[in-house]
Structures are given as C-alpha cells and as structure tokens.
C-alpha cells in the first residue's frame, strides 16, 4: 500500500557531513508524522527526529544541533541533515511514518534502512 525508498547513507569522516532521503510513494492521503530512527549494533533502535505538521520538530538530546530533519510536502519526501558526524552516530538509519491512506486506514510504515558509517 504505501512504499518508503531511503537513500543518502554512505561512509563519511568524523565531523563530516550526510543527508538522508525518504521518500514515500503509494496509496497516501497523508502523512501525519514522518522519522527517523537509527539502531547501532547490540543496541536497540531509537528515535533521532521527528517532524509533523503545525509542530516543531524534536530530537534525540545527542543530535541537537548538529542534525535537522525537513520536509517537501509536494514531494511526499523528508530528509535527515547530518552534520558533525561522530563515530557514535554510526547505525543503520530507518525512516518511518504514520500515513492515512486513502482507503482511511492509518498505518505505520518504515523504510528498508540504509547504513551510516562514521569513521576515519
């Protein structure tokens, strides 16, 4: 029913820069909230940002400042700016979105993820 296709992650430096891409395609009347979640090996996933409609976006306390999640609304496509990567940061990255589809249902959905390495 409703499709999320990530891309952007790749292998950078500390303090380097990444931008991550989802973008979501399918049976969509909306998106209500759209995110990012990541999950380091041995470590359960967790939730990096979050953006919705009308509201401000909110993040994990270890990205503040250095990460900025941003909307095309035309383009049913978020983004994930990643600046001053540390090797910390390195997981695979999930986006995710609760999306009322045009048969009215409200769903959860999550992309294939995409793998962030920071290292030198």
């Known amino acids: 029913q409703v499709q999320l296709v990530e891309s952007g992650g790749g292998l950078v430096q500390p303090g380097g820069s990444l931008r991550l891409s989802c973008a979501a395609s399918?049976?969509?009347?909306?998106?209500?909230?759209m995110g990012w979640y990541r999950q380091a090996p041995g470590k359960q996933r967790e939730l990096v940002a979050t953006i919705r409609s009308g509201r401000a976006a909110t993040y994990l306390d270890s990205v503040k400042g250095r990460f900025t999640i941003s909307r095309d609304s035309a383009k049913n496509t978020w983004y994930l700016q990643m600046n001053s990567l540390k090797p910390e940061d390195t997981a695979i990255y999930y986006c995710?979105?609760?999306?009322?589809?045009?048969?009215?249902?409200?769903?959860?959905?999550w992309g294939q993820g995409t793998q962030v390495t920071v290292s030198s």
């Open positions: 399918g049976s969509i009347s909306s998106l209500n909230a």
């Open positions: 995710n979105a609760v999306v009322r589809t045009t048969g009215w249902a409200l769903i959860t959905s």
